[in-house]
């Protein structure tokens, strides 16, 4: 009869554990029994005879290798002879087992560097687990961040949230920003994924357009609260954004709002941005109307819905108006093509376009 050792420091370690680190002991029980096991068989020709049972509630491990009784022996390793089998149990006999107890003591190294390599792995798993849940919990979210390093060679930051960590990639990164380790920044969590490993992997971004949208969430309540809409967002980050809002209450300037007083509201914004510019236009349903605002802040005398279902128009402006309607290298134009999900053509009011000037679609 196998018999059972008491080894009191071991499931008091199991306690703490559990309540330390919140590993159950049927984990760590399951882990430990199946690594002695498997260290065990290596001294029986690898058969599964052995067996190690371990009891929590009355701290007892029993480690134990069972043979078959037989005549005559032909496997040392599962066998056991009538006279050998006799000194475990005065009641062996031949076709019958016999439980042979091994020292518990020979396999202290094997629990105590299983229970070590649980506890990292559990560790490891659970910071990854909790990583994922909190990035997730903030996905589509702006939240604060300190910066831990900065890459040299890549210029890519690796930021703190909270407990957790995420790079910042520099193609995330506003143009020509100066981003310092100890420094505080907003990031937008784009989208939170599992990695190999189940490694949570966080997209960030101060790029985004959402990245500005939030912003604004931020810092005019009206939006938060709904009263106000960001009805659409273009974006050339680190120079010019460009955002249509809207407001079902007629007697609210949605512009204004989101300007504030002195521009007290947008500063703020522009400030967090590095400067980038802001234009604010207020959204319409009428695409004349919304094309004319999109352009802002060139002045649009006219504008011609050429195909409908192409969403294709033509814009008119003063001829000294078409540099700033058209905007450096085309941004203007382009990002209120972005913003009202139209193709526009600028045209001067004379016909006649100057020689650094050009047509934009």
């Known amino acids: 009869m196998a018999k059972a050792t008491k080894n ?6 199991l306690r703490l554990l559990e309540l330390e680190k919140g590993i159950s002991s049927e984990y ?6 199946t690594a002695i096991i498997a260290a ?15 009891n929590s509630e009355s701290e007892t491990l029993k480690i134990y290798a069972r043979k078959e009784v037989v005549e005559e022996v032909e496997d040392i390793y599962s066998q056991i ?19 042979i107890s091994l020292d518990s003591k020979k396999f202290g190294r094997i629990i105590a560097q299983t229970a070590k390599g649980i506890i990292h792995q559990s560790i490891s798993d659970a910071d990854k687990l909790k990583s994922f849940e909190e990035f997730s919990s903030h996905k589509n ?5 300190l910066v831990e390093r ?49 490694s949570p992997r966080a997209k960030i971004s101060r790029t985004h357009h959402d990245f500005v949208k939030r912003l604004f969430e931020i810092e005019v309540p009206e939006i938060f609260d709904g009263t106000i809409q960001v009805k659409s967002i273009s974006r050339q980050a680190g120079s010019r954004t460009k955002i249509a809002v809207w407001s079902e209450n007629e007697s609210i300037d949605a512009v204004g709002s989101c300007i504030g007083q002195r521009g007290a509201r947008v500063n703020k914004i522009v400030e967090e941005l590095g400067g980038e510019k802001i234009d604010i236009v207020k959204y319409s349903d ?30 008119t402006v003063p001829d000294s108006q078409l540099s700033l ?3 450096n290298k085309g941004q203007n134009v382009r990002l209120a093509a972005k913003l009202t999900k139209w193709k526009i053509d600028i045209r001067p009011e004379s016909g006649f376009y100057g020689e650094d000037d050009d047509t934009v679609v």
């Open 141 to 145: 979210e702006l939240v604060s961040a």
């Open 325 to 327: 309607a058209i905007g």
């Open 81 to 99: 002879s009538l006279n050998d089998a006799l000194q475990y149990s005065k009641r062996a006999a031949v076709g019958g087992f016999v439980d």
């Open 286 to 315: 009428d695409p004349v109307e919304f094309i004319k605002e999109a352009l802002s802040p060139a002045k649009v005398l006219s504008v011609e819905i050429q195909d409908e279902e192409a969403r294709v128009c033509k814009a």
């Open 150 to 198: 900065v890459d040299p060679k890549t210029g890519n930051v690796t930021l703190s949230v909270g407990r957790s960590q995420a790079v910042l990639p520099k193609a995330e990164q506003l143009p020509d920003e100066v981003i310092q380790e100890g420094d505080h920044i907003k990031i937008f969590v784009v989208d939170v994924s599992l990695g190999e490993k189940g």
């Open 28 to 33: 760590m029980i399951e882990k430990v029994s």
């Open 40 to 54: 065990a068989k290596r001294d029986f020709g690898g058969r599964d005879i052995v067996f190690c049972e371990i």
């Open 8 to 13: 009191h420091e071991f499931f008091e370690a």
